[in-house]
Every structure is written in C-alpha cells, then in structure tokens.
C-alpha cells in the first residue's frame, strides 16, 4: 500500500493508485473512505441502497463527481464529498473503480420467454413503444450489462438505487443524462414502472464469488 | 379529429370515411386507415403460434436465429423498431398486406416472401432463404399475425417511413457530420461502427464491412432522411429538423459499405443500371474516394 504522498507524486502515471488510496483511506480534506459505503469491492450496497461502482466506464463516474460537486446531481452525502476532491482526485478515484471487475454475472437473457405481463421484464427488454419508450436494454445493452463509456450497467445495482435515480430523473434533480435521454424515458415512467423495472435490474444476475482481494493493486 | 380515429375501430373508421368520400371531401381516394397491431399477450399458441414466436425472435436477433442467411451486424428490428410494430418505421404490418406488388427494383410482380428475400440480400447483406424456408415461413406467420384486421391492399397510416419534402439547402456533408457528432455519435460511436457489449449488437454500424450494403433501401439518401427524421435518436424521434436529417442521412450515406451483390463488374456501369439517382452517392468521389469501388 503506497503512502499518501508518493501515491500524489504518482499519480500522473498512475491514477489508479491515487484513487486506490482515496477509495480505501479518504483524504484529508475531510472525504471519507468511498468502499466504507460502496462495498470494499465496489459492490454497492443493496440494503442500504448505496450504489455499486465496480466496473463502471471512467467517464461515467467523474461526470457523475462533477455533477455533485456543482450540484447538478443532488444528493446530501456525496455533494460535500465531491466538492472536497480536486478534478484530479475525481479522475483518480474513477479509474480505480473503472478497473474493479463486475460484482455480478448476468446469464444471456432469453427475452422469448417473457410474458408482456411480467412488467418489469417486459420494459426492461421490449419497452413500450404505443408509448414511444424504448426498452432500457436498447441503451444499457443485453440483461442491463451496460454499453460503452455512456451507458451505465443497470444490472448489480441495488432496487432502491435504481428507483431513486428514475424518481430524479423525473424530478430533475440529477442531470438529464446525454441528449436528455433520460429525463425522456423517466417521464414516461409510472410508479408501478419504476418498482417493476427497478425490482428486475436490482435481482438480475448472481454474484461473482471470488470478491476477495480485487482491491489489491491496479491490475 | 385524428385522435378520435386512433380510438375507432378500422370498420367504422372505414364507414366514415366513404361517408367523407361520398361528401366529395375525398376525391382523392380514400385517407389511409389507422391500425394498430394485436397485443403481444394475444399472440396464438399452439404449432402456428410456435411459428409466429420463432418469426418474432427472428426479427429481433436475427444474426443468432437466422445467421446463414446473415452477413452483417443487423438485425430487422434495427431499422423496423418495436419488433416491426412501430408505424412510420416500415411496420411489418403494413409492408405484409401490401404484398404482392409490382417493384421497379426488380422488374416484376413481387410476394411478401420475395420481398423479404430482398430485405436479407441487400440489407442484412447476406443470402436470400429460399422460398418455403423456415426462416421466411417465421417472419411471414409474424407478419401475418400482426397485421390481422388491417385492409388488405388499401391505404394504412403508417406504412413505411413518412416521407420528407426535398430540403430547404442542399444537403450537406459537412453539416451532416456535426449533426452526427452532436446526436449519434453517443450510441453509433464516433466513427459510426455501432456499439456491442456482452456478445450481443447494441447499436448497429451504419457503414462498413458490418453494415447494410449498397444496395439496400437504406443507402438511398432519401429514405435514410425519412427513417432518420421519424424514428432518431431512438426515443426522440421528430426531434431533428428536415434540414438536419437530410444532411445527417447523405453524410452516412457518403461512407463506404459492402459492394452491391448486382455489380456488373463496373463501378460507373453499376451506377448507370441500379443507381442513376441523386440520392445515391454509389460511384460519387467523396474525400477523394470512389463510393463503390472496394
């Protein structure tokens, strides 16, 4: 484990150990350990609703920082956090969950066994285009794995997470995601829409077993 | 007076309409029928209903259930969205009970089988099945169980894509790519090679080796603008303006894809024959390239 201070000097080359220090130790400036929420693996967790960070695209996570640090993104425990790390943190602190593997496994999705009164299964993978709502796998790729730096995984995030991202969505309380797509879909969205499809994403997959030690170095 | 048609059944819609027509208030010939396709919780059991679930599935993964026909990255429902039930992105149901048609694209009386032929020749940029396969019967059952009730050979809202009038500029390359920069980029990727993840093609290559081939529909400025205008960015639809899917469309258009399996042997020959349009950039120089020749 590199001290604080070579891991700073470091970190132009590399960011992974710089954030590996901040995810595991906090900083000085008052930001406590990241995994002390998200799971020592990034995992998240599904009780209390903290989200997983493991495996998601650097982009994503630093503009999720940005955003809480201007207030973009609201919410009472991270918007300190975020202000309180220099844009070079939140880069850091990124890559270094970027790199943790998935927490989860999803199994192809065989989506001709869904029935259209299985709510949430039928959103998630056929949408409701009478509507004009496309399914979140048409974004968020088979079973919700994610696609590219742009779209996030679904699938591995806690139930509550995901129905609290959609309410904010809608109340605009979080940034409309690229080209308002978000915002779009989330409108469109009923209650009993959002548990459905919050309550499929929270329960796809399986954990992946062998959680331990993966943050063990920038591999 | 259209919202209240949406909510009528097709008969009576169709009994307004010859009262409007005996009124003189349609000489034109009768306005085109809204329909919507049956409930997915309606499709049938039972041996037929296997064969229409297996067209559907063909539909939506058609490279997995249908690869020997496949030589691309595409799936039917990459352009014919919600399954092919989505009006004004070429509904399978408005395509089946237009079937047989006489086509200028190849000269002769057409079924719904031979026109679906097409679709994986040029399109999927593969092999055509042939008649009677399974695959076809599939994709024919699905196409027929989606279109019950709808007119047989008469006008119905929604039939292929809507078409746009010609452009206020003329369309332009230039524009065209920041138009894909700023709103297809995301999902298409930067150099328009489409986006994959798990095994499975999320947003599909708009050209290249992994695209439709020249001589599909979708190459035709025209259409592309047309397609463009109605279904993109997927979700947000209507979004762009006439000008900017004119321009977005002749800049995909402007790329190079895989050769038109009618090539005669010459790029300029096959140009003259199949493709003497201005809406098609086959056999044009585009950034000192000739569309066509690789």
């Known amino acids: ?219 | 007076m259209k919202r209240t048609h949406s909510l009528l059944s097709a008969s009576l819609l169709g009994l307004l309409l010859a009262i409007g027509g005996l009124s003189g208030a349609n000489a034109a010939g009768p306005a085109p029928v809204q329909f919507t396709p049956p409930p997915e919780s309606a499709m049938p059991k039972g041996e037929f209903g296997k064969s229409v679930k297996l067209g559907e599935q063909i539909f939506l993964h058609t490279g997995t259930l249908a690869g020997q026909f496949v030589g691309n990255s595409l799936n039917c429902a990459s352009c014919h969205l919600d399954a092919g039930r989505r009006p004004n992105s070429s509904p399978l149901w408005a395509a089946y009970i237009s079937y047989p048609a006489y086509r200028s694209k190849n000269g002769h009386v057409n079924t719904f089988a031979e026109r679906m032929q097409g679709c994986f020749r040029f399109s999927m940029n593969g092999k055509a099945p042939p008649l009677g396969d399974p695959v076809l019967v599939a994709l024919e059952s699905y196409a027929y169980w989606l279109s019950t009730g709808a007119p047989v050979g008469g006008p119905v809202a929604g039939r292929g894509y809507p078409k746009l009038s010609a452009p206020a500029l003329t369309p332009s390359y230039a524009r065209g790519s920041e138009v894909f920069a700023q709103h297809c980029a995301l999902c298409h990727g930067p150099d328009g090679q489409g986006q994959s993840s798990g095994g499975k093609v999320v947003f599909p290559p708009l050209w290249g080796a992994r695209s439709f081939n020249w001589g599909a529909g979708m190459h035709s400025i025209q259409n592309a603008a047309n397609f463009i205008k109605a279904n993109m960015p997927l979700g947000l639809g209507g979004s762009l303006t006439d000008q900017q899917a004119w321009d977005v469309a002749t800049f995909m258009d402007s790329h190079e894809r895989p050769q038109d399996p009618r090539f005669t042997g010459s790029v300029e020959a096959t140009r003259l024959k199949y493709h003497d349009s201005k809406y098609s950039m086959y056999g044009r120089t585009v950034n000192g390239h000739v569309l066509g020749s690789e």
Not at chain 1, 127 to 137: F, K, M, S
Request: proline share 9%.
């Open chain 1, 1 to 219: 484990m590199p001290a604080a201070t070579s891991a700073t000097s470091a970190a132009a080359a590399a960011p992974v150990a710089l954030g590996q220090t901040i995810a595991t130790h906090g900083t000085n400036q008052g930001v406590s350990a990241c995994v002390s929420c998200h799971g020592t693996a990034g995992q998240g967790n599904a009780a209390a609703g903290f989200p997983r960070l493991a495996g998601l695209s650097v982009a994503y996570l630093v503009g999720q920082l940005d955003a809480f640090a201007s207030g973009q993104r609201q919410n009472p425990i991270m918007q300190p956090f975020a202000k309180a790390l220099t844009p070079r943190e939140r880069i850091a602190v990124a890559a270094y969950f970027s790199q943790l593997p998935a927490p989860v496994a999803v199994p192809p999705i065989n989506d001709a066994a869904i029935e259209p009164t299985d709510a949430g299964a039928w959103l998630a993978n056929r949408g409701r285009w009478l509507a004009g709502l496309p399914a979140c796998a048409q974004c968020h790729g088979p079973g919700g794995i994610g696609v590219g730096a742009a779209f996030p995984p679904l699938s591995g995030q806690p139930t509550a997470y995901i129905a609290g991202q959609l309410h904010a969505f809608q109340a605009g309380t979080r940034p409309p995601g690229p080209l308002g797509l978000m915002h779009m879909v989330a409108g469109k969205l009923s209650e009993a829409d959002i548990t459905a499809v919050s309550t499929y994403y929270g329960g796809l997959g399986h954990p992946v077993t062998t959680q331990a030690n993966v943050h063990g170095g920038g591999q």
